[in-house]
């Protein structure tokens, strides 16, 4: 297993409850595993998971970016506006 840190912003912290989250993962877990592991472990993510996009160690990435140990991942929900 490895150790990363899951950030949430906005509506995405309000579902965790805060805006950090120490997670072990499989090694070889890419942005797609770990928002299914996200949302089974908080199922009410699930919406904004699907539309929100990540980054890793502040760079914006492609949901098959593999993860590895002490990677900081962002998770941004979708800004709506009008």
């Known amino acids: ?14 579902i965790v409850g805060r805006n950090r ?4 993962i499989p090694p070889q877990t890419n942005i797609a595993e ?5 949302i089974v472990k ?3 993510l699930e919406d ?3 539309r929100a996009a990540f ?8 949901t ?3 993860l590895v140990e002490n ?6 929900p979708a800004v709506s506006g009008g």
Not at 21 to 24: N, T
Not at 71 to 76: H, I, S
């Open 1 to 14: 297993m490895i150790k990363i840190s899951v950030v949430f912003f906005a509506g995405a912290r309000d």
């Open 21 to 24: 989250l120490e997670i072990e």
């Open 34 to 38: 770990l928002r299914e592991i996200l």
């Open 42 to 44: 908080f199922p009410r």
């Open 48 to 50: 904004l998971a699907r």
């Open 55 to 62: 980054a890793v160690n502040e760079i914006f990435v492609l």
């Open 64 to 66: 098959d970016t593999l």
């Open 71 to 76: 990677d900081e991942v962002a998770f941004l």
